[in-house]
Nanobody, 123 residues
């Protein structure tokens, strides 16, 4: 049983910044590739960013590349998503996810998910 918890969502004006965080239990975190996904009302869940278990590799969706940065601190069992220059189209529920032994853009590869945190960007 692995519980993921996201935090840091909120309301921000276009052009502003937010930092999301996610935690999982110690002793397992370093074995997982981590990812961030998002889902807007009426839309399918989409990939945002991923980071390898060691933190040596990262990849982001084209829609957020250059604006969002994923990072992790294995000593603290956390993964973060720094979101800069936010746009109204970034409005969605953001989910943290863990994939055992892989780094992937495919949500089907992820074993555990958080409950999500709302990000709202006003025009």
């Amino acid at each position: 049983q692995v519980q993921l918890v996201e935090s840091g969502g909120g309301l921000v004006q276009a052009g502003g910044s937010l930092r999301l965080s996610c935690t999982i239990p110690g002793g397992t975190f370093s074995s997982y590739g981590m990812g961030w996904f998002r889902q807007a009302p009426g839309k399918e869940r989409e990939f945002v960013a991923t980071i390898s278990s060691s933190g040596s590799y990262t990849y982001s969706a084209d829609s957020v590349k250059g604006r969002f940065t994923i990072s992790r601190d294995n000593a603290k069992n956390t993964v973060n998503l720094q979101m800069n220059n936010l746009k109204p189209e970034d409005t969605a529920v953001y989910y943290c996810a863990a994939a055992f032994g892989v780094t992937s853009v495919n949500p089907r590869m992820y074993n555990y998910w958080g409950q999500g945190t709302q990000v709202t960007v006003s025009a």
